[in-house]
């Protein structure tokens, strides 16, 4: 079987240009990086030409180490849409560097149905993770030089200091460090540490900013930690807005590439699916909408996770709603769902699957409370059964939702025509409005026990002694209006991972509260949330080459 | 008076595809970012059409805080040399982000001789320093990763890593820190700490590179640190090479823009002028000497540092030779190395710049020595005198040198026509093949005392017991016969920065030396090298800002 690399190389990209032309974007508006990619100015972006546009939500049930292929099945629904005569355009996350000399390789999608360039896309792409990296790091720069000089200290407490340093790299070392040793001259010192540059609150900013106003605005904002006098200390304290927004100057446009079959694509922002709201940035969005009539986006990990955040925060801060929602399924996840082991996964097993289907059915239910018109797609494997498929689609119909198999792996837009029709279909005939589960507006207690009730399907919540102070904190500062963007594991509904299916009478256990005033949520932690990756004992960095003539092997 | 980005601002900018135009580029062989920026393929460089072309070497007298503005001299003579007749492409380093958030602001020349779009170059540009820092930083993560696994491990032992992390940030807090804490989970505690990203070895690779195999064979070399059992660890041994030159893809391509007057200038590479060679890569000397008659370049620092390490390191790996040698001097800096001090500066006194002129003579010696034929530059400042630029102008005839005073602040290329009729008579007409100082082939110590007692006029070497130590490391990995680049403060042509003008009977103190096998030299460290600088108590940072139509304000 070829890899994903040799599949995108026997193809010959178009131009960027010739993309955007497709689009209606004029040359000058174009900003080149490469012949392949290129970013696009906000000014395209146009609330009139919004309208009437079909913005198409793809999720998932909850993940599992047998693989959904959620990118894989956006960017094959797009390529279908597009075959059936809807002018569309995937809008997706970007990949985070770290992971790629891990073990996952690309995130990009896979088989046929990938976005290109997909060496380029992996790895720096046109620098916007650099960018928030450097902005994030400059304000932590900036913290630890207060602390440091004199004259014009704000009075830092070095103790209360909550903003860490970001690296787009998998590297566990750099988890739990002190900085500032080595004497006088080199800085206080103090315990801190390194996130992946993903988990950065400068990448929600910059996924959830309207413009540059709003950018600096919402940097301004972020909360930094308390005066040895315990008073709050925010990033506009220390001047630092303007000097981090001029950082991302580029950073905040949109970027354009293709589909393998030459469709457009915008990729754009990529936050931590677990601590923030783990989808492309709302500019993308807006950029797509304005740009085709269908646009299809993806939120990451299950519907409980990346698609609650996606509809309670992203959707209502920046006034959009989907006319459908994509919940991805696979014969091999449901198998595991119901038991199945991974090294079981590929042999056929009807009845393991309708044990799994539990999980499918929740997450179709909770797409339901939010008023969204669901669809499930069948992620086709070469070795799923028809027993198996004919098992997931009854479920389907006796749920009322309709389901369609997606062969895109294997055959590209080809194989999701009829996925296409269906999910066209539901988005021109669904009339609901988006219905958010909570109003911002409510006590903290009550959005964090409506999610894990209403979603999660939880029993009722604990909070710990930590969390109940994070939460008096929150009071104190005034953000308790700010929506809950929880963390919990993404391998159960539950915050156990080891819950699969669709667990019920659990508690979930709020942790500590974590706020992120300048991205403008609270994020409740429920489990342990690892901010920075770590490599496995053999690195899939000592697979990648280049070749002399600068051609690059081993990315999946 | 304008700031320098005031001035940017009323020059309509050429798109970069015209300036590739007149350089004879074709279109498909431009990589453009965005409109003013673009990046050129190597296989553009041609080693028969750089015969007879002429490179010319611009450097400068002792720095002071006084300034000299060599950087400003060397886009200056361009734009004169491309008004007399010589088609002229600048070739200069890439500026370090994380200065322009301190004191310094931008590092693009000024006044009405810059290189632009200036805010693009000083902060992130092509992405360069981003792709150099995670390729650094992968190397520090495969080296930790190593150390926590078991399986697979080298048994490197955690107390003789140097191989430390980078960051682009004035972020003093990072010079010494303590990683690896934390727990089991999250790797093995040790000493280790952050240098800026200028400082890094990969930058020094990435700038004497020939061509990707070149790259990835240096990048093999790096050496680590040594197993439990004391044998040497290098880059190779991790399979780092392949993922980490991958990462490089794009950043070992030049950079293609345009100075104030629309003439072209590559900017590639920016290694630490201090423990590197200083300069922009060799591959952007090449492609400036393929596609123009008269390639300008930079080296940093004084002549003794910058240049010296130009002419034996770069200039014997690469094949190089300058044409003329510019040495730029200023009456203030001269005023200052005559004993005024800096409040005094502005008052006429053509006593003390003959007096500091023994160190302008002194670095004309110095040129001599290598075959090179030296040109002065007196770059005017507003409050020259006529009877100080006399002074200089005198000791010149003196000393058999031609020399010319440039305007080129005030006047962009027209006030450098003298300078570049000067340049490209001596350059058309110096005969002399370069001589480097010393052969790579000598012993260690008698490459160090060459330098020293030649060019900075010691009168002897001292070595440390770590130096010793280090020597002794040197010989036993046969690393003895790479060349030797010198980390000496650059404020005098002695290692004590206090010793002003031409110093003599010093003793120069080598401190401890340095492995950058990569690299393919030795680092001789004298004096206290700072490799991260820190903010100062009111940092650039917070008068820099960004508007909402997007616009960059406070860069100088």
Known sequence: MKSDIE????????????????????????????????????????????????????????????GEGKTTISIGLSEGLNRIGKQTTVVLREPSLGPVFGIKGGATGGGHAQVVPMEDINLHFTGDFAAIEKANNLLAALIDNNIQNKNGSLGIDPRTVHWKRVMDMNDRALRHIIVGLGGTASGVPRETGFDITAASEIMAILCLAENFEDLKERIGRIFIGFTLDKKPVYARDLNAQGAMAALLKDAIKPNLVQTLEGNPAI?????????????????????????????????????????????????????????????????????????????????????????????????????????????VAINHFADDTDAEINAIQLKCKELGVKAAVAKVHAMGGKGAEELAKIVSEVAETCSSELKPLYEWEWPVEKKIETIATKIYGAAAIDYTAQAKADLKKIYDLKLDKLPVCIAKTQKSLSDNPKLLGRPENFVVTVREIE????????????????????????????????????????LF
Chains 1, 2 share one sequence.
Do not use: W
């Open 7 to 66: 599949i995108t190389r026997e193809v010959t990209l178009k131009p960027v240009s010739e993309i955007a032309e497709r689009l209606g974007i004029s040359k000058d508006l174009l900003e080149p990086y490469g012949h392949y990619k290129a970013k696009l100015p906000l000014s395209i972006i146009d609330k009139g030409k919004m309208k009437g546009k079909k913005l198409i939500l793809v999720s998932a049930i909850s993940p599992t180490p047998a």
């Open 267 to 375: 990729i754009h922002g990529g936050p931590f699916a677990n601590i923030a709201q783990g989808t492309n940035s709302v500019l993308a969005t807006k950029m797509g909408l304005t740009l085709s009539d269908y646009v299809v986006t993806e939120a990451g990990f299950g519907f409980d996770l990346g698609a609650e955040k996606f509809l309670d925060i992203k959707c209502v801060s920046a006034g959009l709603q989907p006319d459908a929602a994509v919940l991805v399924a696979t014969v091999r996840a449901l198998k595991y769902h119901g038991g199945v082991s991974l090294s079981e996964i590929n042999h056929p097993d009807a009845a393991a699957v309708e044990r799994g289907l539990e999980n499918l059915e929740k997450h179709v239910e909770n797409m339901r409370k939010f008023n969204v018109c669901p669809v």
């Open 515 to 554: 706020i992120a005033a300048g991205a403008g949520f609270i994020v409740p932690i429920t489990g342990n949330i690892m901010r920075m990756p770590g490599l496995p004992e053999k690195p899939a960095a000592e697979d990648i080459d280049i070749s002399s003539d600068g051609i690059i092997s081993g």
